[in-house]
């Protein structure tokens, strides 16, 4: 009897314990609360909410509408391109915008009209709710296919990863969300790119607020058949890492990746002695820049193949490639031109120590050649003095004598395929075409040093010119995201030129780092003082970047390397096809080799045994473009000829071609 008793009482005593312990967890959860509550501005919302309440107002739109507005606020993580469409237009979506204390995420569509210098902004019941880290490209099809992206709450406490896709057509301006039953899952900062009717997506990261896990998978969408394919490749075939904000382009034959960026456990030491006296290891993450570069060959499936088949594809490691940027940099964004990468900017983490990184950022343009897998990097030059100009009555005649010879050319070309002057003449691009079409602005404020350093810049590239949107600078505990968007025309090289610029002062972040810092600096000269501190007017303190000198790249033998850089020993084949010379513009380079591009399609026309049932507009068409491609990929090796040139007081490159058969004293003079 007292033995139960004893056991009742206990239980008893284990029921009042267990109450008392869960009344404090209570009141320590309404502390915890009320706390959160006054502290952290309602960090504990629910996404599912939030973005209801954004379907919610989207819904009140009835169409698509698109009116004259500011440019675009500040922000980062968007995505920027150039309107497949329209050659004259640039489209932003999305992004976020981070002040220090809050977040804020965006899913407006912007469009900025180049020959007009306007934004315009897109208003429609359906498009994507707002979102950064997502990626778009466009396709053969002129439409653009965007995917994924992520979205938090304002103090970023927990984040939401969207596994949506969908389509913009950039001339009507609407959305369309595809539907698909499998798909990749959710991710942010992957990439994007196009080959014939697939679009390809790799890598990216899914971040969980307590672990950030990265992604390494390959998916591939037939815009035909609107299906998701999901390549399984053998357990034994190299693949890329997992990793984000890597750079991928679009290859006649796949598609090539450089870089990343990822965090890989690490073993690391203890700070302080365990119990025992014996260290114990522990394990962190640390960061981790790629430098690798890969290709993915891509084969399409037979003719007779069922239409559902999925292409072959394999991965094949490249070379690292020759002059890549020196130091390692995350964050430097490319943009894709004319089988070329264009990069700018990044960052590069010189320390880490107890107090943070230290970092040094930069605003240096690089230029990948895909092929050649070599990077140039890309100079300002300021215009040359005209003092050619003044030209005498015997440069004047040989001028008028050579155009009137191509007039003569032209007519002799028409009366032989018996078509029209216009039919034969090339449409090649002029820069002064529409300029009397174009409305006198306001002159644009042109640089001749690259805009202040930077990494995650937006890139877009139109026309052969590269826009540089936004990006992010740190200084101290404070982040800068610019306001601000730059032009430079990638074949002039002739300075930057200012499309606007706005200045932020609504950080709202902690300053105890920074009023330390501060004080410490007190104890040291005035003159570091003043170089540390950040007025409030001005948003971005002074960097002094060193000048760093302009790399001359080593000349490449006319010899092309394989594109793949196989192990394989393949014999090299010479390249006969016509190189440009310095000085010379692209007109003149076709100019002078139209007849052997034109050759050289006829002669493969002819290894094929296809009937030709191309026009004379159409062969020289595509012989221009060949001339433009070889043009462009000579272009790093060519500035490179003509600054050296300039520098041994030469300003042009004569051709004396059409004086070789001459004889006599002509020739010799």
Known sequence: MGKKDKKS??????????????????????????????????????LDVIRAEYERKQAQYLEVTESTCEPPSARSSATFIGSPSNSKELLLFGGEYFNGALATFFNDLFVYLIDKDEWRKVTSPNSPLPRSGHAWTRSTSNDIYLFGGEFSSPKQG???????????????????????????????????????????????????????????????????NFTWFNPVLPPATQKPDARSSFSIHPHEAGLALYGGYSRVKATAAPSKPTKGGTQGARSVLKPMVHQDTWFLRITLPAPNAPTSTPPAVRWERRKRPVNSPNPTRAGATQAYHRGRGIAFGGVHDVEESEEGIDSEFFNTLFVWNIERNRFFQLALKRPRVAAKRQIDDRTARKGRGKLDEEDL????????????????????????????????????????????????????????????????????????????????????????????????????????????STSDDENESVDDDVDEEAPMGVPLPDVETPAQPETKPTLPPPELPDVLELETSDPV????RPHPRPFESLREFFARTSTVWQDILLDEIRKTDQSSSQSIKELRKHAFDQAETMWWDCREEITALEDEAEEAGIGEVVSIDHNQDQGGAGRRR
């Open 409 to 516: 050319l032209r007519n002799l070309a028409a009366l032989e395929t018996k078509d029209s002057l216009e039919t034969v003449e090339p449409e090649v691009n002029q820069d002064n075409d529409d300029s009397n079409d174009i409305p006198q602005k306001m002159a644009k404020l042109t640089l001749f040093t690259m805009p202040h350093p930077r990494f995650n810049a937006h890139l877009a590239i139109q026309n052969d010119t590269l826009y540089i949107f936004g990006g992010t600078y740190e200084h101290r505990d404070r982040e800068y995201t610019f306001d601000e968007m730059w032009a430079i025309d990638l074949g002039k090289l002739d300075g930057v030129q200012e499309i606007f610029r706005r200045e932020h002062e609504d950080w709202h972040g902690s300053d105890e780092n920074e009023s330390a």
């Open 158 to 224: 927990t984040f939401y990863h969207y596994n949506d896709f969908w389509k913009l057509s950039p001339s009507s301006r609407e959305w369309t969300r595809i539907e698909s039953k499998k798909g990749p899952p959710a991710r942010s900062g992957h990439r994007m790119t196009y080959f014939k009717h697939y679009i390809i997506l790799f890598g990216g990261f899914q971040d969980t607020s307590q672990q950030t896990k990265y992604l390494q998978d390959l998916w591939i969408y037939d815009c035909h």
């Open 573 to 576: 084949i010479a390249d006969t």
């Open 9 to 46: 009482k206990t239980a008893e005593q284990k029921a009042r314990t267990a109450a008392k312990q869960e009344k404090k967890a209570v009141q320590k959860e309404k502390k915890g609360k009320s706390k959160v509550s006054t502290d952290s501005d309602q960090e504990d919302v629910d």
